[in-house]
């Protein structure tokens, strides 16, 4: 099969991403198989390999694409309700974070759950003028900086880090099984919740 007609220097490449993400967002990540991005393409599947060396590849280069997408949800939201109060503004991160778990829950499990995964950067300070990476972990971790400092927390950033990304990972890891009408509600009283919670605790701890 030759390739379709069309596709200039690049583009074919990004044909693959973008219907390897529409897989994923239907269907689930293991879904994704070279032979029906191929067909879709209306290429032959050894094309694929003159863009990306085999499956890993592509799946990890999905994964930046949709790290993004998350990073971009997450970014909007917050944008669209950013308040003076970095407490507030962390709820709201939280809220959206969940969200896209039950908005594009197949990007939220690829993300999380299968095994393909970006390296993490914990060690930080506060010279947030620093951050380029459109990374969804790297923009959480700002915002946790921010509400740290506002709570009088000037170092030692990276407990409170995982402590709050695990929890709202968590969170919207299990917000399926949650049987109520209310779900959303419910869902921002647990963070809001848990953030006040947390703001009594490290108030009334030795920084």
């Not at 293991?30 to 029906?36: C, F, G, P, Q, S």
């Not at 944008?79 to 709201?92: F, G, R, S, T, V």
């Not at 009408?181 to 647990?190: N, P, Q, R």
């Amino acid at each position: 099969m030759s390739e379709k007609r069309g596709f200039h220097h690049g583009d074919l490449k990004n044909e693959i991403i973008k219907q390897g993400l529409k897989i994923i967002d239907k269907k689930g990540f293991k879904a994704v198989e070279l032979k029906d991005i191929a067909k879709v393409c209306g290429v032959s599947t050894p094309s694929i390999y003159r863009h990306f060396n085999n499956k890993v590849s592509l799946m990890e280069n999905l994964l930046l694409n949709v790290s993004e997408i998350f990073y971009d949800f997450l970014a909007t939201g917050l944008k669209a309700n950013l308040k003076k109060d970095p407490k507030e503004n962390l709820i709201c991160m939280g809220l959206r974070f969940v969200k896209f778990s039950q908005e594009y829950p197949h990007y939220f499990e690829f993300l999380f759950y299968s095994g393909f995964e970006r390296h993490i950067i914990l060690e930080t300070d506060t010279h947030l003028k620093h951050f380029h990476e459109k990374n969804s972990f790297e923009l959480f971790k700002q915002e946790v900086i921010k509400y740290l400092n506002g709570c009088g927390i000037k170092q030692n950033y990276t407990p409170h880090i995982v402590n709050l990304w695990s929890y709202i990972s968590g969170l919207a890891g299990i917000v399926d099984s949650l049987d109520t009408t209310e779900k959303d509600k419910i869902l921002a009283g647990y963070i809001r919740s848990m953030v006040q919670t947390y703001t009594l605790g490290i108030t009334h701890t030795d920084n």
